[in-house]
């Protein structure tokens, strides 16, 4: 049985208990539908189910770890902490009601990522963002939901960002199109508040932010903004996240996340050095706000 990695989120936690749900199935070389049928389910739940995609019911694993053949109690103890713990709510489904589904998992695997690297085109990245600037992303966004609402989703941003602050958080790396520096969100204070706030994190030495500037053109980027997660556990592997107007997609197969961490290894090559986006920012503060 694997061992439980200190600090991972729930929804990392799922992952990893559904990946050795799947192996131990693979090796009794058990058919996903046997294997649905023993739970009285389908060949989909088991599936949903080692892909971390779905809570789990102890009566459900406990009598699959019995049908692979799992009969020493230490080992079964071992899965089933993991799963009581993988059940465990997030401290962000008090914001279920704000959240969509389909960002919920990102909201997850960010709590549980040790790397966050993000190329951003529109915006500062979320986790970067000061409350100021946050409001006026939301409320522009937000035709009509109420201010207290908003607020709402304000505190959740502010929540998120308290990873970058937790002992043994991730090391994040951004991206930032220099257009997104140059658009005037919520006005020349807030602006102006929001920039300062990225020579501020630049002291942090897990904070990382370069700057893709206009002088350079064309760039092998242009599809858009995404983000790449990696965890500390060997058994999760890294995903991609590409955000759509309404949905999202979780790419982690090998050949499609080693694309994008192409295509971010180039954007850091072009962009500008940590000092050169402390000159850059400054520029633009002096120049605009």
Sequence with gaps: MHPLQPG???TALRILLGSQLRRLREQKGISREDAGHQIRGSESKISRMELGRVGFKERDVA????FYGVEDAEARSVVMSLLRQANEPGWWHRFND???SWFQAYVGLEEAASRIRTYEVQFV???????????????AGAAGIGSAEIARRVDLRMERQRVLDRPGGPIFWAVIDEAALRRPIGGTDVMRGQLEHLIDLMRSSRITIQVMPFSFGGHSAEGGAFSILRFNDSELPDVVYV???ASAL???????????????ERLCAVSTTPEETVDILQKIISERF
Aim: no cysteine; aromatic share 6%.
């Design 8 to 10: 991972s989120g729930p």
């Design 98 to 100: 704000l959240l969509p």
């Design 250 to 264: 979780y790419l982690d197969k090998r050949d499609e996340v080693d694309r994008y961490s192409e295509v971010m």
């Design 63 to 66: 009598d699959l770890l019995t």
């Design 243 to 245: 955000e759509q107007l």
């Design 125 to 139: 990245p979320g986790l970067l963002q000061t409350k100021e600037y946050a409001r006026a992303v939301i409320t």
